[in-house]
């Protein structure tokens, strides 16, 4: 199974909700990660969790909060969006160690804020 | 700083070879990558290459790595309509867990 499964694939939020965006895998990979990417352009990292800590944030305005609950989730929780933090959201994974290298993603979640 | 270049569009007449080239500048990248990218969907890793390999050949596909020219490119052979997405440029250092991309080639495939 080299699957890693996003929730929801659709998500339109208004500016003062509160919503998340859930992530999950089942390959045994100790790293996680969030990337945001706007239309046309490529994938930009957001925040990397390794063994459930994070361990990089790329400096992402607060409104971002990610989650990881235990090592096979991933959430990233938003309050306070602006319009410009639409876009599709991507989750990855990939086994610490010698195969760190292989990253693994998700279909996504395209949020629309309004 | 850390850049990879690659050009916006390619057309290809079904059946050809299509080559995407890239460009990237920092010496240290131990990790060379090429993601797939169908509309509406994440991307899919197509295939790697470490810094001291020139080549990998994976069926229809083809890596060549110039390190001294900092250069990447991939080769699809025979190619075909469910080649067409966006192709994406990689790299990383070693045990980083940061993956630097370029900007996307967007493969198109002509009858």
């Known amino acids: 199974d080299t699957e890693v499964t996003q929730t929801p694939k659709h998500l339109v939020m208004g500016m003062t909700n509160k919503k998340s965006l859930k992530c999950e895998q089942h390959?045994?990979?100790?790293?996680m990660y969030w990337y945001k990417q706007k239309a046309k352009k490529p994938p930009e990292l957001m925040f990397v969790?390794?063994?459930?800590?994070?361990?990089i944030n790329e400096s992402v305005p607060s409104r971002f909060s990610p989650e990881c609950p235990n090592s096979s989730l991933l959430n990233l929780h938003l309050h306070a969006l602006q319009p410009e933090d639409s876009a599709l959201y991507l989750c990855?994974?990939?086994?610490?160690?010698?195969?760190?290298?292989?990253?693994?993603f998700g279909p996504g979640t395209r949020l629309t804020v309004t | 700083g850390e850049d990879v270049e690659q050009s916006l569009f390619l057309s290809v007449r079904e059946g050809d070879s299509s080559v995407i080239n890239c460009t990237y500048t920092?010496?240290?990248?131990?990790?060379l990558y090429w993601y797939k990218q169908e509309p509406g969907a994440g991307l899919q890793l197509l295939t790697y290459?470490?810094?001291?390999?020139d080549m990998k050949q994976d069926q229809r596909l083809t890596v060549l790595l110039n390190k001294k020219d900092k250069h990447l490119s991939l080769r699809i052979a025979d190619t075909q309509t469910g080649d067409s997405a966006i192709y994406f440029c990689?790299?990383?250092?070693?045990?980083?867990?940061?993956?630097?991309f370029g900007s996307g080639t967007r493969l198109s495939i002509r009858p």
């Open positions: 990855a994974s990939s086994q610490e160690g010698a195969k760190d290298y292989e990253q693994y």
């Open positions: 390959m045994g990979h100790r790293a």
């Open positions: 969790y390794s063994y459930e800590k994070l361990s």
């Open positions: 920092d010496s240290s990248s131990t990790y």
């Open positions: 290459i470490f810094s001291n390999m």
């Open positions: 990689a790299e990383s250092r070693s045990s980083a867990s940061k993956i630097i």
